[in-house]
T-cell receptor, first 109, second 115 residues
Framework: QKEVEQNSGPLSVPEGAIASLNCTYS??????FFWYRQYSGKSPELIMS????GDKEDGRFTAQLNKASQYVSLLIRDSQPSDSATYLC?????????FGTGTRLQVFP | DTAVSQTPKYLVTQMGNDKSIKCEQN?????MYWYKQDSKKFLKIMFS???????INETVPNRFSPKSPDKAHLNLHINSLELGDSAVYFC??????????????FGSGTRLTVV
């Protein structure tokens, strides 16, 4: 079992819709969770962090964490074509960030 | 001002050569990392330094040797390059090592192509 799992996609959504990206992790002791956005040919960019169970909102982005289910998600409201990118889920282990393989999101006009 | 800068951005070289990638951060972070991203976008940690001390050394061929002259710099030297070393190498830094931690700030990456 991979340490951090994501569906590779692509996830295709129409402009204005809600995009829902999911991630599961294997280490039950993990405490810190991050979402990165990576445009093609660019470096990963941190967009959200979450440490406690529940929802955390920042603009059009909402991160959701359920430690009992070992599940993290990212919701993007009012999706825009500029949101088209690969979204990487990352979980902090004892001494490093462990990344999932990413979900490619395509937002079409 | 670039927070984490890597050079070179592109590197094309022949098998068997030795090459280096340099990384510098001006964020005042204590910890720096090297990650390798393969063609399937999987980011895998290679090394981590905290205040010039090697903390993480994942299962990486010993042809790869990191060096941190000070906490703002982390270089990666690769000997006897092989075709399978072709990838994008990212340098990153973070403010806190261990504990709850913060997200990493990544450099722009070095696309290494071995021919």
């Amino acid at each position: 079992q991979k340490e951090v799992e994501q569906n590779s996609g692509p996830l295709s959504v129409p402009e204005g819709a809600i995009a829902s990206l999911n991630c599961t992790y294997s280490d039950r002791g993990s405490q810190s969770f991050f979402w990165y956005r990576q445009y093609s040919g660019k470096s990963p960019e941190l967009i959200m962090s979450i440490y406690s169970n529940g929802d955390k909102e920042d603009g059009r982005f909402t991160a959701q964490l359920n430690k009992a289910s070992q599940y993290v998600s990212l919701l993007i409201r009012d999706s825009q074509p500029s949101d088209s990118a690969t979204y990487l889920c990352a979980v902090k282990g004892a001494d490093k960030l462990i990344f999932g393989t990413g979900t490619r999101l395509q937002v079409f006009p | 001002d670039t927070a984490v800068s890597q050079t070179p951005k592109y590197l094309v070289t022949q098998m068997g050569n030795d090459k280096s990638i340099k990384c510098e951060q001006n964020l005042g972070h204590d910890t720096m990392y090297w990650y390798k991203q393969d063609s399937k976008k999987f980011l895998k940690i290679m090394f981590s330094y905290n205040n010039k001390e090697l903390i993480i050394n994942e299962t990486v061929p010993n042809r790869f040797s990191p060096k941190s002259p000070d906490k703002a710099h982390l270089n990666l030297h690769i000997n006897s390059l092989e075709l399978g070393d072709s990838a994008v190498y990212f340098c990153a830094s973070s403010q806190v090592f261990g504990g709850q931690g913060f997200g990493y700030t990544f450099g722009s990456g070095t696309r290494l192509t071995v021919v």
